[in-house]
């Protein structure tokens, strides 16, 4: 499986993982003061920006950059 | 009083930043518009995190927990957290580049040259106008309401609180009218915005984003010590409220269908125009690798604190029966009731509602100047003249949104904000298909843009005419108009000619 296919796997793991359907209706506290379902979409966030970081160190468009610097810049369609 | 003085304060030392950075200005159009591409990855993150956060992300937050409970975050914030960044990665860089190329500052100018037709900047142009206006109505009218609710007379328990003004303002008891703040609010935006356009409002934005997020912080902290910390807040807090099940009444908690075709609305902001022009702000590729890391957490920091807040206010006996959108006010002056801190958190709301004013207002300008102006335009124009045409369109645009909001002030036009982002969410396929399929033709693209315009209107009248609404038990129409503008998008491709070669080798 190429690289891209593993992201979109992974990014619908992720879409999936946002259900927690087990945690609907647990009114435990995490540290006393932070109920579980809550504590638990605080660790998804920062999952979220994890699997953004490695996405971007494995599959970066790195050819992008140089794409954009070598057009026509103003002449078309822009700003005139 | 004293609140007054410490808002004014705030807005001053935004208008002297923000000024500051004309001294940076190149006093080209390109600078004006997208600020020579060169804004560096820290105002970037902080541009368009704080474009993305409105003042709902710090008091509707805290007054959507009140009512439904924890849930809220998970479906409004880590949610975001997950798609924006997809957004960011895929489209924004994409669009960035083909922008940095082509020299485009709207989104029109891409999707004329990528489907080879002009009809469809002139089909396109009114449905983002009018996606965009109720959205800039919400944050006037929220800058109103907030400094009217601030300084008006207030009877509590302990006496009776007179307004700030009385002798000014007879007619309110004191409060700050709502002409004058929305005035005040309009002119400080059109100030800095007018002078440097997308560099001031980088510098702007970047302020007001840094003192919502530590206000946000700082008023938990205060308010959880007055409640005798954060784990007796919680206790205190009603049981319905520390999960996400829907109570029997509907009223607390989400259903399981909302939760999760909730996903589509995030995917706003990936046809969000004021968003596309921020992209184009960009220094490098390498300048969106932060946004893309940082905006789910920066949601995190944001949303965890109002979400607490207001999960706690359920056990609060004075909060009882409180509306949502006041929560997070009243919070504040029964459990702080310092003056200086109201002016404060005040501040902090308006730092949010302005952070997204001001790229919304340079946008409109952005677009009527480019997109209606200047293109087709036989006449040469100089770079002094664009300016002129652009600063002339977004006078005439804030001046146009000020006296709207006058008119509405009364109306409750906050409900029109889930049906803006829900219409800029359903178009996604739009874009999704310019820079990823080379088989999307124009045919596919009226198609896409007609199709969600006639779903957005047939949902809008069903809920009758704004409000929360969902189909099929709990889903929300974003994602049912994501389908129908998807499919046509396909269906209206292949049933076309494909592009021709030239516009194929141009984009891909």
């Given amino acids: 499986m190429n690289k891209k296919g593993l992201i979109l796997i992974v990014f619908l793991v ?22 579980v379902g809550l504590f638990y979409h605080a660790c998804y966030s920062l999952a979220a920006a994890t699997f953004w970081a490695i996405v971007m160190k494995v599959a970066w468009p790195t050819e992008l950059e140089k794409w954009a610097a070598g057009g026509p810049g103003q002449d078309e369609g822009g700003s005139k | 009083m004293t609140t007054v003085v410490v808002i004014l304060i705030y807005l001053g030392v935004l208008l002297t930043l923000a000024l500051f950075s004309k001294t940076l200005f190149r006093g080209t159009s390109a600078d004006y518009f997208v600020a020579s591409h060169s804004i560096g990855p820290f ?75 002009k009809g469809i900047g002139y089909l396109l142009f009114p449905i983002l106008v009018l996606l965009v206006v109720p959205y800039l109505l919400i944050g006037i009218i929220g800058t109103a309401k907030t400094i009217y609710g601030v300084t008006v007379k207030k009877v509590t328990p302990d006496g009776i609180t007179p307004g700030a003004f009385p002798e000014f303002f007879e007619s309110t008891n004191g409060a700050v009218p709502a002409w004058l703040s929305g005035l ?71 259903s399981t269908l909302t ?14 125009p004021h968003l596309f022009q921020h992209w184009l702000t960009a220094k490098s590729a390498n300048t969106f690798k932060l946004t893309v890391v940082a905006h789910p957490i920066f949601i995190a920091i944001v949303w965890i604190p109002c979400v607490l807040l207001g999960t706690w206010a359920t056990g609060m006996p004075s909060m009882e029966g409180t509306k949502s959108a006041v929560v997070l006010a009243k919070m504040v002056s029964i459990l702080i009731e310092n003056p200086i801190i109201t002016g404060l958190v005040t501040a902090s709301i308006l730092a949010a509602i302005m952070s997204s004013l001001d790229s919304q207002f340079l946008c409109l300008g952005t677009m009527f100047t480019n997109d209606i102006v200047l293109f087709g335009s036989k006449k040469e124009y100089t770079d002094k003249q664009i300016l002129f045409i652009a600063r002339g369109f977004i006078v005439g645009i804030v001046a146009l949104v000020y006296f709207l909001a006058l008119l509405l002030i009364n109306k409750n036009v906050f409900d029109l904000a889930i049906w803006s982002f829900s219409g800029f969410a359903a178009l996604t396929p739009l874009v999704i298909a310019a820079l990823y399929w080379k088989r999307a033709t124009l045919i596919g693209a009226y198609s896409c843009i007609i199709a969600v315009f006639i779903s957005w209107i047939t949902f809008y009248a069903m809920s009758g005419f704004g409000g929360e609404f969902t189909v099929f038990g709990g889903i929300v129409p974003a994602a049912v108009m ?11 491709s292949l049933v076309s000619q494909p592009p021709s070669e030239k516009t194929l080798a141009k984009f891909f």
């Fill in chain 2, 482 to 492: 994501w389908f129908i503008g998807a499919a046509a998008m396909i269906i209206g």
């Fill in chain 2, 43 to 117: 105002m970037l993150l902080m541009s368009v995190f704080g474009t993305t956060m409105t003042a709902f992300a710090l008091v509707g937050s805290t007054g959507e927990a009140f009512e439904r409970g924890i849930g809220t975050y998970g479906l409004m914030a880590s949610s975001s957290g997950l798609i924006h960044a997809a957004c960011f990665l895929l489209i924004g860089i994409k669009l960035w580049a083909i922008g940095k190329r082509y020299g485009y500052v709207t989104q029109i100018q891409y999707f004329r040259a990528r489907f080879d037709s």
């Fill in chain 1, 14 to 35: 992720f879409v999936v993982l946002h259900q927690d359907f087990w945690n609907w209706d647990n009114s435990n506290l995490v540290l006393g003061f932070m109920p």
């Fill in chain 2, 184 to 254: 005040i609010i309009s002119l400080v935006v059109l100030t800095y915005i007018f002078a440097g356009g997308s560099r001031a409002t980088a510098w702007a934005n970047t302020f007001q984003t840094v003192f919502f997020m530590v206000m946000g912080v700082f008023v938990v902290y205060l308010v959880s010590d007055a409640l005798g910390g954060a784990n007796a807040a919680m206790e205190k807090a009603k049981d319905s409220h520390k999960v996400r099940t829907l109570s029997s009444d509907g009223h607390v908690g989400v």
């Fill in chain 2, 259 to 272: 939760f999760a075709s909730y996903m589509f609305i995030p995917l706003s902001v990936g046809m969000f």
